[in-house]
């Protein structure tokens, strides 16, 4: 999809950090991380409730009072005269809603996108079966179900990415090297007290008293050293990747503010902005979604207008250390100049925010570079990808 005139204001993407599985956020529903997130990074920004025009709400994983998600949390951080979609498309999400607001955006309109997901603790739905034993009904767990299978291609997600190795040919210790380099580009945003993350990260404050919850910084990241990755069993005997070169589940928040370009001037203060420019979305075969971000991505720059030559920085959503093989082979594009600052294969995959996290990484990244053009792409479930080129410009 080309998008026109549709920018976000720099500095106005933002993330929460990370968390663990079963960590410090599995008892906070997504749409309280959200409300706490959301209301903190919109008045760090100097960016007034009433100022906004719409609100897309990203999520995968269902929370308690889900059903009147966006109007709920518009009324949460002050904004109670707005609403809008919400759009739910597993790892892909966060294109999406981007895209979505693009789409509900009119004029000099300013919509926000907020994507949360809590995969800890994932609910389990009860389906009436009255032809079950008994009329025993019959259950699914909406995240454990959907890790374990894609049930139109019959195989897990692991054996998906272990596939896609078999046919390309990575090695075991390609994935491994792979792995090691990602964690190596994360700690150069832990530097100087994670300066380059306090650029775009929103502190989790949320509850009070004794049930007050904070989270300063991602929780659960795993130590990369060459040594002892090596020493780790793949988690199939015939597969290439371990439990260091996939990703692991997490909970978190993401946002941005999208609005026209000349509106994004206004509420950057002079810091500049940061054009979307097209968005892209592919399918590949079954069993193959590692390779689906690669189709994405050229869709996306064909788009608008690009190729991959033009393209000075690659964020990537990587939960198999083959996706980041399987793209640079594919494209040529470095594996140096992808992630500069680490991935979702190091910090986690809370699903629907993941992707703005990455989108965040590459804007500040290229803020801090003086400008220029990225290019975020990522997998999804059920072989799909969806992609998105943006311009970081005065």
């Known amino acids: ?38 209301t903190r990074a919109l008045a760090d920004r100097g960016v007034a409730p009433g100022e906004l025009s719409g609100l897309v709400l990203g999520w995968s994983v269902p929370q308690p009072d889900i059903f009147y998600g966006a109007p709920l ?48 603790n994932g609910p389990t739905l009860v389906y009436p079966n009255p032809g079950g034993p008994g009329g025993s009904p019959r259950t699914t767990h909406w995240v454990l179900d959907s890790f374990a299978k894609d049930p ?61 919850i904070t989270l300063e910084a991602d929780e659960g990241v795993r ?38 370009t000349a509106r994004a001037r206004e509420l950057s203060g002079g810091e500049g902005v940061v054009s979307l420019l097209a968005t ?4 590949v075969g079954r069993s193959r979604m590692p390779e689906a971000p690669v189709p994405a991505a050229r869709a996306a720059l064909e788009t608008a207008g690009l190729t991959i030559e033009d393209v000075d920085l690659v964020t990537t959503h990587n939960p198999f250390a083959v996706n980041d093989l399987y793209f640079s082979r594919e494209t040529g594009y470095p594996l140096e100049r992808m992630n500069v600052r680490g991935s979702s294969l190091v910090f986690g995959h809370p699903q ?15 803020r801090l570079r003086g400008g220029g053009t990225g290019l975020f792409t990522g997998c999804a479930a059920g072989d799909t990808g969806m992609a998105l080129v943006v311009r970081v410009e005065d």
């Open 1 to 38: 999809m080309k998008l026109t005139d549709t920018a976000i204001p720099a500095g106005m993407v933002w993330s929460s950090p990370f968390a663990k599985w079963q960590g410090s956020l599995s008892g906070v529903s997504s749409l309280d991380l959200a409300a706490a997130v959301t």
């Open 73 to 120: 949390l518009a009324a949460r951080i002050g904004a109670e005269g707005i609403s809008g979609p919400m759009v739910s498309q597993a790892c892909a999400t966060s294109v999406a809603a981007l895209q979505a607001a693009a789409a509900s955006r009119s004029g000099d309109d300013v919509e926000l996108v907020v994507t949360t997901d809590r995969t800890s």
């Open 152 to 212: 139109w291609a019959g195989r897990g997600m692991l054996a998906a990415g272990d596939l896609v190795a078999s046919e390309g040919g990575f090695t075991r210790e390609q994935a491994d090297a792979l792995t090691v380099l990602r964690g190596e580009q994360y700690a150069t945003a832990l530097a100087d007290d994670r300066a380059f993350q306090r650029r775009y990260m929103v502190p989790v404050e949320v509850g009070s008293g004794r049930r007050a």
């Open 223 to 260: 130590p990369a050293e060459q040594e002892a990755i090596a020493r780790l069993e793949t988690v199939d005997p015939e597969g290439v990747h371990t439990f260091a070169s996939q990703t692991h589940p997490a909970d978190g928040c993401a946002g941005a503010v999208v609005t026209s």
């Open 280 to 283: 892209g979305a592919a399918r």
């Open 352 to 366: 629907g925010p993941t992707g703005m996290r990455s989108i965040a990484e590459l804007v500040e990244e290229l």
